[in-house]
């Protein structure tokens, strides 16, 4: 009979996959990736079993402590994500993964266990099965079952969306007539100072909003537009969102900060070579933001630079210019423009709120070393019981943030450098565990 496997012992093995063996021949190597993709399956099986098991065990012990109910699973998703090094929505959408896998999905999670099919593929079956009750759940798991190895992810995803229909076609017709209230703009960085704009929209909606692009762009082109198609499509939903008569000439704030020398344009100071940031998207030439400034659009538009000064040593963001500020609060603009993105670490979602690291109610002071960018959805978890949460300056005068979950965990955050490619000192910080101890309370 085997053996359980130690927390300790998996540590060690995860370990010696460093020392996996070099000297083998090519057809060896396929059947090394083929075993590691393998193992891939069979660790996502185990996270979700493990997952479970924790929210089981955390929810007892609230239980036991007199938490009422509807408070009892605040900020475990948090938690998980924190452990996968993932943002608080994806630590959401694992929780939910799991306890499905765990007890609906037997076949499904099966598979997974050994390998077979990819933590993605399980995905796939998971959402097409949420229309469905336990029992569909289960029918559908059982009539994949054997088959799902066989798939590829879009046959997998057709087949289980194709048996969720058979099995309850109301169901199915209520939640995509629920899906629409889910309807969202997202946006996201792209290379060379571009952007993805995206729309999740009704299909009806969305197949009419991009015919009219399309007959914007056939006709332009008709009459001698020099522009590609997809050129005409880009500018003209530019101009009918915002209402202006050129997709250049759109107002703007921009929220930016960026070195004196890179602003102005001296080349002795290497100033093509020192990239801003900008507010809600991230690292950009300098040279952009000189060019947005003086292109002809701009004497059209409403255009304003919000100023923030920076240590020149330590690239710290200091103080602001009061001079120019589109929010009530002068603190707000300096923390956005500090954190950038929320603090918590590996969220990477955008700033909504500016929240005490230490409580206010429990002594913290409304300072921007005691302020912390977060989501919204990080700044109600750590509300949760059991959550805390302090901060302190290093040596640089650089804000660190640290949070302590209910297991213990303590994860540190540190504002990324306020420009881009900045190198400061080495940074000798003081042991987050030791000091969380004493302050995070």
């Not at 996270?47 to 408070?71: C, F, H, I, M, Y």
């Not at 997809?230 to 997709?247: F, H, I, Y």
Request: overall charge neutral; aromatic content about 4%.
């Amino acid at each position: 009979m085997a053996t359980a496997l130690r927390t300790a012992e998996l540590a060690e093995w995860i370990g010696r996959l460093a020392m996996l063996d070099a000297d083998v021949d090519d057809a060896e190597r396929i059947r090394q990736v083929e075993l590691l993709e393998a193992l891939k399956g069979a660790a996502a099986a185990a996270q979700a079993r493990v997952t479970v098991d924790l929210e089981t065990s955390l929810t007892a012990n609230l239980a036991a402590s007199g938490v009422p109910a509807k408070r009892r699973r605040d900020g475990i998703a948090a938690q998980i994500a924190l452990a996968r090094r993932e943002s608080p929505v994806h630590g959401a959408r694992h929780l939910g993964l799991a306890r499905v896998l765990t007890t609906e999905l037997p076949h499904t999670l099966a598979a997974l266990t050994e390998g077979r099919i990819s933590e993605w593929r399980a995905t796939l079956v998971v959402k097409a099965s949420i229309t469905l009750d336990e029992a569909g759940r289960r029918e559908l798991d059982q009539r994949l079952a054997g088959r799902l190895d066989t798939m590829s992810d879009r046959q997998a995803d057709a087949a289980a969306r194709a048996l969720a229909y058979e099995l309850d076609p109301r169901a199915y017709v209520d939640r995509a007539s629920h899906a629409a209230s889910e309807r969202r703009v997202t946006m996201r960085p792209a290379p060379d100072t571009m952007a993805y704009l995206t729309a999740l929209l009704p299909a009806k909606e969305a197949v009419a909003v991009f015919k009219a692009l399309h007959d914007a762009a056939a006709t332009a082109r008709a009459v001698g537009d020099e522009r590609s198609s997809d050129q005409v499509k880009a500018d003209t939903l530019v101009q009918r969102v915002t209402g202006q008569a050129s997709a250049a000439a759109v107002p703007l704030e921009i929220g930016v900060v960026i070195t004196d020398t890179s602003l102005i344009g001296a080349p002795d100071h290497g100033s093509d070579h020192t990239a801003a940031h900008l507010e809600g998207y991230g690292p950009i030439p300098a040279a952009d933001v000189r060019r947005w400034l003086n292109e002809p659009a701009s004497r059209d538009a409403a255009v304003w630079v919000r100023r923030l000064f920076t240590d020149p040593v330590t690239d710290v963001v200091t103080t602001i210019d009061p001079k120019r500020r589109r929010f009530p609060c002068a603190i707000r603009d300096l923390v956005v423009a500090r954190d950038q993105w929320c603090r918590t670490p590996w969220c990477g979602a955008p700033i909504r709120h500016t929240d005490h690291a230490k409580r206010w109610a429990g002594g913290g002071e409304t300072t921007p070393d005691n302020a912390q960018g977060l989501c919204e959805r990080c700044n109600h978890a750590k509300e949760a019981v059991g959550w805390a949460t302090a901060s302190y300056a290093d040596p640089l005068g650089q804000t660190v943030v640290v949070t302590r979950t209910p297991t213990g965990a303590i994860h540190r955050s540190v504002a990324p450098p306020a420009l881009p490619g900045w190198v400061g000192r080495p940074r000798e910080l003081p042991d987050p565990r030791e000091w969380a101890e004493e302050r995070a309370s």
